[in-house]
Nanobody, 120 residues
């Protein structure tokens, strides 16, 4: 069984910062690409940032220059550092990862989601 457990998030004022973490655990044989998505009320889930196993990154235009995705392979963890937050960043944030397990699965797994609210 593979799980992605998220931490971080909460309420922050505009211009503030938050860091999200997402740790993979279980019978993991390999972790490939990992990413962060978000879903605002009445909107579709959208890609925020993506990082490959080689460290290449991709960002949504709306967060470029403000958000940074990184990963610690030794800890099976991906991070999302969010700076200069805006009210429009308010959403539930989800991490995902393309993970292989020792029981033979190779598929995308999702974290449980965490609320980020940017408001004064």
């Amino acid at each position: 069984q593979v799980q992605l457990v998220q931490s971080g998030g909460g309420l922050v004022q505009p211009g503030g910062s938050l860091r999200l973490s997402c740790a993979a655990s279980g019978s993991i044989s390999s972790i490939y690409d990992m990413g962060w998505y978000r879903q605002a009320p009445e909107k579709q889930r959208e890609l925020v940032a993506f990082i490959t196993s080689g460290g290449s990154t991709k960002y949504a235009d709306s967060v470029k220059g403000r958000f940074t995705i990184s990963r610690d392979s030794a800890k099976n963890t991906v991070y999302l550092q969010m700076n200069s937050l805006k009210p429009e960043d308010t959403a539930v944030y989800y991490c995902n990862g393309y993970i292989g397990s020792y029981v033979g699965d190779l598929r995308w797994y999702w974290g449980q989601g965490t609320q980020v609210t940017v408001s004064s």
